[in-house]
């Protein structure tokens, strides 16, 4: 498979929605190519034809984050549109709405409920919205009886944690760099950033590994447990229609039943 270059895709990209846009409502005359011209769009954007048309040309041109929203509600694109065009240019939105989880659909909060291992429903706080029986079990001091739902809080401020997770030091140091990750894609989330203050105003653990600037994928794999003893393979499922939701579920190893 050939590799792609992104500045040619972006190009390829930019000129297929423009092609598409219905003329302008004062355009005259005949049109011999289809949407919009280049003149046109520039325009709209507030931009040079220059630059518009050595994007399209797949060149390296400096765009930057406000040039290519003013791109973007021109070509008036669908948010998985703003998006692709943004990674295909290497650059952050500067209005990335912060996706609110407070509607999800009653069918992915009944999801958990549908599993016969342990699974839970985290929100973009990283706060379990939902969990079957076996979740409650598995997690005493966090999904079991009136605690709070937080993961990080639960980690890190409840004396449960290292009483339950093997490994307790690396699994902190991993999680804290996971959800450092989801944290850079809302930078300006106002629950993030108190979630972040109240951590590190409350736990030295979390200010340290905060402080060390980790940043790490999430990832799946082996999770052990104490008291007693369990093993378990640990994955993650990222909600299509809402990334900030993940669905995590827990199968036993090794024969094991729970």
């Not at 016969?116 to 079990?137: E, F, G, I, M, Q």
């Not at 980690?155 to 944290?183: G, M, Y």
């Not at 994928?217 to 993940?246: C, M, V, W, Y």
Request: glycine share 6%.
């Amino acid at each position: 498979m050939l590799p792609v270059d992104p500045r040619r895709a972006l190009g390829a990209f930019l000129r297929s929605h423009r092609e598409r846009l219905p003329p302008p409502p004062l355009a005259l005359g005949r049109r011999r190519t289809p949407g919009w011209r280049r003149e046109e769009l520039a325009e709209a954007c507030g931009v040079s034809l220059t630059w518009i048309t050595w994007l399209e040309q797949g060149r390296d041109v400096s765009a930057s984050p406000h040039a290519l929203a003013r791109l973007a509600e021109a070509l008036h694109l669908a948010p998985a549109e703003r998006g692709y065009l943004f990674e295909l240019a290497g650059r952050r939105d500067p209005v990335s709405p912060v996706a609110s989880d407070d509607g999800i659909p009653p069918a992915v909060l009944a999801l958990p409920g549908h599993m016969n291992v342990p699974a839970y429903l985290l929100d973009r706080t990283w706060t379990a919205r939902a969990w079957n029986s076996a979740a409650s079990r598995l997690f005493t001091g966090w999904l079991d009886g009136d605690h709070d739902r937080n993961l990080l809080r639960f980690i890190f401020l409840s004396p449960a944690a290292p009483r339950l997770i093997a490994d307790w030091d690396q699994r902190a140091h991993r999680v804290v760099a996971e959800f450092r990750a989801d944290f850079s894609r809302r930078l300006r989330d106002p629950a993030l950033q108190a979630l972040v203050e109240s951590l590190a105003a409350q736990s030295q653990a979390f200010r340290t590994l905060w402080h060390e600037q980790a940043v790490l994928d999430r990832e799946g794999g082996e999770r052990s447990f104490l008291n007693p003893a369990r093993r378990f393979h640990q994955s993650t499922l990222i909600l299509a229609a809402n990334a900030d939701i993940k669905l995590v579920s827990l199968v036993p190893m090794d024969g094991e039943e729970f």
